[in-house]
C-alpha cells in the first residue's frame, strides 16, 4: 500500500513560479509522476522520474518545469516556472510499486494561474 499527499499549490500570476511537494509512504515505490486534470479535459501525464532517476516530460512541461524525488525521503516534487493560464488545474502525485499494477493516487492540490 502506498499513500500520497501532495502539497504546494495554490493562486499565481502568469510567469510565476511555484513547487508542488508529495510526500509518499510504503515501501518498494517505482516510478512516481505528476499528473494534471483541467476542468473539462481528461487527466494527462505532466511529469515522471523513474527509480533510476530517469525522466519523462510532457511537451507542455518541458523546458519549464523539473521533476524531482529523494527516495530515502520518499519525496517527490515538482517545480514549476514561467507558469501560464493553460496550466491551471488539479496536480495529482502519482505511484507505481514494483511486481504491482495497482495505481496510486494523492488528493491532489489545485493550481490556479490567473492575473
Known amino acids: 500500500q502506498v499513500q500520497l499527499v501532495e502539497s504546494g499549490g495554490g493562486k499565481v500570476q502568469p510567469g510565476e513560479s511555484l513547487t508542488l511537494s508529495c510526500a509518499a509512504s510504503?515501501?518498494?515505490?517505482?516510478?512516481m509522476s505528476w499528473y494534471r486534470q483541467a476542468p473539462g479535459k481528461q487527466r494527462e501525464l505532466v511529469a515522471a522520474?523513474?527509480?533510476?532517476?530517469?525522466?519523462y516530460y510532457s511537451e507542455s512541461a518541458k523546458g519549464r518545469f523539473t521533476i524531482a524525488r529523494d527516495n530515502a525521503k520518499r519525496m517527490l516534487w515538482l517545480q514549476m516556472n514561467s507558469l501560464n493560464p493553460e496550466d491551471t488545474a488539479v496536480y495529482f502525485c502519482?505511484?507505481?510499486?514494483?511486481?504491482?499494477?495497482?495505481?496510486?493516487w494523492g488528493q491532489g492540490t489545485q493550481v490556479t494561474v490567473s492575473s
Open positions: 502519482h505511484a507505481q510499486k514494483l511486481y504491482e499494477t495497482t495505481d496510486y
Open positions: 522520474v523513474f527509480k533510476s532517476g530517469d525522466t
Open positions: 510504503g515501501s518498494a515505490i517505482t516510478t
